[in-house]
């Protein structure tokens, strides 16, 4: 489940589909009656985005047993992404009730506040989480990209570089989204706080993936303030290419723009 949770971490702006309550529920979740079951049957629908199944299986699964926290993390999860504040702040409670050694559900809790915009709550939640021993490395290192995206969107540059710097030590498979995460959120933090060799070092990382829009952004963020201007030029250029027409491409055009007038 936990290569599951990361799928879900990478996804998890994911839009939901309107029109759930006219849909039909999955024959998988109508002929369990197994509450294990189902909660792993909506593990697998949230992933997919199959929002409509994935509360039936959960609900289904709380009947029979209704005291299950990791299911209510779960419920958590799907209101979430609903945008349903309430319910979701009341189900991660209420799995913390259940379970307050459930660590997983702190991370979960950390995501509900981002997406508030809630910096304080989110990074007490994360940090929360990164207190207990027991959580696993893969696990750990999840919480700590989400720790560090949101310690730059409440500008602490510095703070967000120690904690993916630490992620960023962790053996994530370089197939595994997280991996991504991690190394383009570090060459951003490395970038804004001046350290742009650095930052460099963590995009050279990501070499063994394909092409990226936003680590080629970076790229050449590092180059123009290492002087590089040639070298600037021909990343920010390949994003043009990368992501034509979108906000990214926006950005990078204008730095572009900002070298011409600069001498080689």
Known sequence: MRR???????????????????????????????ATELQQLAVRFIAGNQTHNALAALRKSLKIY???????????????????DAGAEGEFLKALALNPQLTEVRNWFGVYWAR???????????????????????SRARVQANLGKV????????????????????AVP???PLYALIHLGLAEALVKTGRAQEALGALQRMEVLPPNARGEYLSGLAYRDLGEVDAARDRLGRVLRLAPGSELAREALKVLESLTSRPD
């Open 151 to 170: 310690l730059m969107q409440a500008g602490d540059y510095d703070g967000a570089v120690v904690v993916l710097g630490e992620a960023g030590g962790v």
């Open 116 to 138: 508030r915009g809630n910096w304080d709550a989110a990074i007490a939640q994360y940090r929360q989480a990164l207190m207990d021993p027991a959580y696993p490395p893969i």
């Open 66 to 84: 209704p005291d299950n926290a990791e299911t209510h993390m779960w419920l958590g999860v799907v209101y979430t992404q609903l945008n349903e």
């Open 4 to 34: 599951l949770s990361t799928v879900l971490l990478a996804v998890s702006a994911l839009a939901i589909a309107g029109g759930a309550a006219a849909q039909q529920v999955d024959p998988l979740v109508e002929n369990s009656n197994d």
């Open 174 to 176: 370089s197939s595994d």
